[in-house]
């Protein structure tokens, strides 16, 4: 009987842990079975987003964002009050890409990217500097980088580890370019 109750217990846990994803090997790099896919949608600034979903998932092995689906991140274009993100979770986001940031000299593909970086669950740095995807704005419109640097790529591949939902990793809130 007890050799029966130890089989059933492994076949349960090798289920429980083929579910959420977690493998028994150890290996330094993630495997390509292990990224979260979010979805998205653009609305406006559509080859922008499309774009900066290359950038995201070029540096992040763990997430994988992919247009269409059940899109937890939503992309539309505005006329007024900046440029922001309304976060719901790791993941999970709507953005406003303000016209008026861009028609100031402000990069559309640096913006996209920037508020893509909030709905994966990244705050504002305001830091000035350009290295930096998540200073926005504050880097000045003659900045024209779009990609994460290395901290805010690993910090985003640690939000997506083991493809968990991550919804309490950060406080939802409001970020808008200043």
């Not at 689906?69 to 009050?81: L, P, Q, V």
Request: proline share 3%; with cysteine.
């Amino acid at each position: 009987m007890n050799r029966k109750f130890a089989r059933l217990a492994l076949g349960v846990l090798t289920t429980a842990l083929a579910l959420v994803g977690t493998s028994t090997a150890t290996s330094a790099a993630p495997t390509a079975a292990a990224a979260r896919t979010v979805y998205y949608s653009a609305s406006g600034y559509s080859a922008e987003a499309d774009q900066a979903a290359q950038i995201w998932n070029s540096r992040v092995p763990n997430l994988r964002l992919v247009r269409g689906g059940n899109a937890t991140i939503r992309i539309a274009a505005t006329n007024g009050g900046g440029s922001r993100a309304y976060p719901c979770g790791t993941g999970c986001a709507t953005i406003y890409i303000d016209n008026r940031d861009v028609q100031a000299g402000n990069y559309a593909l640096r913006i996209v990217a920037h508020e893509i970086g909030h709905g994966l669950g990244l705050p504002d740095t305001y830091n000035g500097i350009c290295s930096y995807l998540m200073s926005g704005g504050s880097a000045g419109t003659s900045c024209r980088n779009t990609n994460p640097n290395a901290q805010e790529a690993n910090r985003v591949n640690q939000l997506f580890a083991g493809g968990f939902l991550a919804t309490e990793a950060g406080t939802p809130g409001v970020y808008a370019r200043s």
